[in-house]
């Protein structure tokens, strides 16, 4: 049913899975039911957006589309936050789910209750990477530049590749060394992330403007 698009009759079925286990809602039964949820409004905030580019619709009717489209991505994002606080009370265990929550509670700039989650999870090893950068952006977002700084270069000095977890963090790191005029130790970072991949985000054209100035 999920991929023929029949998101209503999809969910149906995985609620009488539910129903055959007593109400019991095995983690993987969860993620998909998730995951059918995330499709289900990103088709109709699509058919949304479709919508309000027909140019022989009214202004009434665009900006009441416009409203609708925003009205829907609040709702996903709302159910995903709740889903994950959910699955964090169900699952304490799990440091994946306490990452994703704390990415929506990041998002919706909720710092202070990212935290925590991030740091439980830094003491997991597999996961220790990933949450030590998620900290040191809350950390960025706080004005606390020097702590950021300093959980930023913690995460890069265990990635030994430059891999995407490590872009993002040379990146973000030289935005906060940019952020507290430590401009060469941003130019330095810009740099090594420009030897393995140029196309990074706009890093090829803050190298290029950095030489052209020379």
Not at 11 to 34: N, P, T
Not at 147 to 171: C, H
Request: proline share 2%; with cysteine.
């Amino acid at each position: 049913y999920s991929q023929t698009t029949n998101y209503d009759a999809s969910l149906e079925q995985y609620g009488k899975v539910i129903e055959l286990s007593d109400g019991v809602i095995e983690a993987s039964i969860d993620d998909a039911m998730m995951a059918v949820q995330v499709k289900k409004y990103d088709a109709t905030i699509k058919q949304w957006d479709e919508y309000i580019k027909n140019p022989d619709i009214s202004v009434d009717e665009r900006e009441n589309g416009r409203a609708q489209s925003v009205a829907l991505q609040q709702e996903k994002d709302d159910m995903l936050l709740e889903r994950y606080q959910d699955r964090v009370k169900r699952y304490p265990q799990s440091m994946e789910d306490r990452i994703a929550l704390a990415t929506r509670l990041y998002e919706r700039d909720e710092f202070d209750e990212a935290i925590p989650h991030l740091q439980q999870a830094q003491r997991n090893p597999r996961n220790k990477q990933k949450a030590t950068v998620l900290i040191a952006k809350c950390f960025t977002a706080k004005g606390m530049h020097d702590m950021a700084v300093e959980q930023y270069n913690a995460a890069i000095a265990e990635l030994p590749s430059m891999n995407d977890t490590k872009k993002d963090a040379m990146y973000c790191l030289a935005k906060t060394y940019e952020a507290i005029g430590r401009q060469d130790e941003a130019l330095e970072a810009f740099k090594a992330i420009y030897a393995t991949d140029l196309n990074y985000l706009d890093v090829g054209t803050i190298i290029q403007e950095f030489y052209d100035q020379q």
